[in-house]
């Protein structure tokens, strides 16, 4: 990005301009304004996670790891800022064979957000990676109980939710 970019607004116009190009799929572009916009607001958390987002998109997530932890590492996100940026860390980690720092992560997600499926699912995913396979399919049994709405699967909800249990007990 050329001076005369960053130059012509302030920090909230510039991330807006770079989301936009994310969002329009000019993903390069994005990912060097952010880049900038990083550089020139290293302690911004909004910033580091739309340039972590950036580089996931374009399929560079080591590259996107620094900015994710540096978006989660204190205040600064919103609610719904915060879990993107819990699962794509959760996600991106496990992508790259990180699956303790994956089931770290998403184990914080899910703490911090109980009720959100993804964050619940994604960290499944990684449990499996690290061969817990009980409390990922107990996790998953779960979610299915409580969120499908197949009429087979609510029909035998109470049976689904009593095996998920039952796994646990056997861990």
Do not use: K, N
């Amino acid at each position: 990005m050329d001076e005369i970019d960053m130059a012509g607004g302030g920090r909230d116009e510039l991330l807006a301009a770079a989301v936009r190009l994310r969002e329009e799929g000019r993903h390069e572009q994005a990912r060097q304004r952010l880049l900038a916009l990083a550089a020139r607001y290293p302690e911004d958390r909004e910033v580091a996670y739309q340039t972590a987002w950036a580089h996931d998109v374009l399929g560079r997530e080591a590259e996107a790891v620094p900015f994710y932890e540096r978006g989660l590492d204190g205040p600064g996100l919103t609610a719904e800022d915060r879990r993107g940026a819990f699962l794509g860390l959760g996600s991106t980690y496990r992508v790259l064979g990180r699956y303790e720092d994956a089931v770290s992560t998403l184990r914080r997600a899910v703490a911090e957000f109980p009720d959100d499926g993804a964050l619940r699912t994604f960290l499944a995913m990684a449990l499996f990676h690290t061969e817990d396979h009980h409390e990922a399919m107990r996790l998953l049994l779960t979610l299915v109980a409580a969120t499908s709405e197949d009429p087979q699967v609510r029909r035998y909800r109470r049976a689904i939710e009593q095996y998920a249990q039952d796994l646990w007990a056997t861990v």
